[in-house]
């Protein structure tokens, strides 16, 4: 399996490649390629023949050992190279074969599934040798349970995760089940980079959601808005298509393709399909409904955010998606959305522009809530001095900007020091159910809120403001 795992480096087989070369180079422009490589026959109707005969770019693979399947990959290009086939694997002694029947593949997913249960639905005996092609009819039929068995499993083998939603359509999925989905992504996608596309891809489709497109989005949106962010955000290279998260998200039991081929509901489209240009995914509707609603959405973006995104400029990422109004609790105004005069700059090292949206907010409120704690910070307890009195911030929870459309009112309002307000705006920190500040980043506790009995403080805005800063992911979400 290494030259399907690890890939071999074509400088190193420069001689061998021949009229592939080009080609080769194409499929696999850093220079590492994923192949595999079959016998030749002497045979014209056996499977195999029939398999070497039939298979097609784009057409995906189960690889076989022990009554397990134990990765499955995508066929990116199909080549005859005996001189290649030598140089990688060499020739078999006693026959004289080489495996120049060579795959170049993409997409290679390892998991540990037993083969039985599939083998017995496409009425396949084992044990399996050489390559078996599965018509596209009995495919179908059975990529219900294909799904099941390869997505449901941890990578390990293990057990279905208790996260996992199951992929049957119409099944109803709740708040928590989204969320629990969303924190749980890596289930079956052992590659780290295939989960990061899987990532920008729905935070790409909440942000259609939120700009009022329809859901569904052809392949060639897809590409054309997606890819450059997959490119930019993401790791498109040897080995990883674009392709990926639009026909393997399915796998989450979130989204769905529709159109891909034969007009099956839960199909992935491939490269080789009739029209793959005809396929359209998207979130599925149970998951774009909770995904609509304002609370549902802020934990989304922020567990997504943190979970998965960590290394990335996440200002960057949510202005390219159209979520910029959730990288700060205030909310950002978007491109061309600029009045003069009610907004103020940011400073983010100086890289862009942005303006925070401070709406007019009634002034007798932010005297009132900074009177009340006599100007000392909800989260330290710091009262800031100043020459003839002392300093302290209203702060939103709920941000009265768009995206947030928070209420101005006292329960929606807290009493906080410069600093303290710089950090809760810019989702660094956020208070969990029993009134702790944490740190986004960890988790870590900060300290206790300070309250003041005659300022309640409203429990669902402290909520939508944890979910923006990914606070779910700390086991904290109410379903
Ligand atoms: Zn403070």
């Known amino acids: 399996m290494h030259s399907v795992r690890e890939g071999i480096h074509l400088s190193g087989y420069e001689s061998a490649l021949g009229a592939d070369t080009g080609e080769l180079k194409r499929i696999f422009p850093g220079g590492v390629a994923k192949l595999w490589g079959s016998t030749p026959t002497s045979q014209t109707r056996n499977a195999k023949a029939v398999a070497l005969r039939d298979r097609k770019v784009g057409d995906e693979v189960l690889f076989y050992a022990e ?18 086939a030598a140089a990688v694997w060499g020739i078999d002694a006693e026959e004289q074969n080489t495996w120049e029947h060579i795959m170049a593949l993409g997409d290679v997913v390892e998991f540990d599934v037993p ?58 999925l709740g708040r928590g089940d989204l969320l629990r989905t969303l924190g749980t992504l890596d289930v079956g996608v052992p590659d780290e980079r ?12 909440i942000g259609r959601l939120l700009s009022g497109r329809d859901r569904m989005a052809s ?10 962010i997959l490119h930019e955000f993401g790791a498109l290279d040897d080995g990883l ?31 080789a399909s009739a029209e793959p240009e005809a396929a359209r995914a998207g979130l599925r509707v149970e998951a774009a409904t909770l995904l609509r609603q304002p609370l549902t959405r802020a934990e989304a973006i922020g567990l997504l955010c943190n979970t998965y995104l960590g290394d990335v400029d996440q200002y960057e990422l949510l202005e390219r998606v159209g979520l910029v109004g959730y990288a700060h609790a205030g909310g950002v105004e978007q491109e061309g959305e600029r009045r003069s005069g009610r907004g103020r700059s940011t400073g983010r090292g100086g890289r862009r ?26 989260v330290c307890g710091l009262r800031l001095e100043t020459r003839f009195s002392h300093y302290s911030e209203a702060a939103h929870i709920r941000g ?14 807290l009493c906080l020091c410069p600093n303290h307000h ?11 159910q029993q009134w702790n500040v944490r740190r986004s980043k960890d988790g870590a506790s900060i300290s206790s809120l300070r309250r003041h009995p005659e300022h309640a403080i409203g429990q669902e805005y402290v909520e939508y403001h944890r979910g923006l800063c990914g606070g779910s992911r700390f086991g904290m979400v109410s379903s």
């Open 194 to 205: 295939q989960r990061r596309h899987e990532v920008l891809a729905l935070l790409w489709a």
């Open 353 to 378: 522009q942005a303006t925070v949206l401070r709406p007019d907010r009634d002034q007798r409120l932010v005297e009132r809530v900074k009177l009340l704690h006599l100007h000392q910070c909800q």
């Open 115 to 172: 083969a039985g249960p599939l083998l017995d639905a496409l009425a396949i005996t084992p044990p399996l040798r050489g390559l078996t092609l599965v018509s596209a009819a009995l495919r179908s039929q059975h990529l219900g349970l294909l799904n099941r068995l390869l997505n449901g499993q941890s990578p390990a083998g293990g057990r279905l995760s208790s996260g996992a939603v199951p992929t049957a359509t119409g099944k109803s």
């Open 219 to 228: 392949w060639g949106a897809f590409r054309s808005q997606l890819v450059p």
């Open 400 to 413: 009265l900007g768009r995206p947030h459309d928070g209420p101005d009112e006292m329960a929606n309002l």
């Open 422 to 432: 710089v950090q809760f705006d810019t989702l660094a920190i956020f208070i969990d």
């Open 241 to 271: 298509s674009a392709e990926y998260p639009f026909r393997n998200l399915c796998g989450s039991g979130l989204w769905e393709v529709v159109g891909a081929e034969r007009g099956e509901s839960d199909l992935a489209p491939t490269a």
């Open 67 to 84: 009554k397990k399947f134990i990765a499955r990959a995508r066929i990116l290009g199909l080549f005859r190279n005996r001189d290649l």
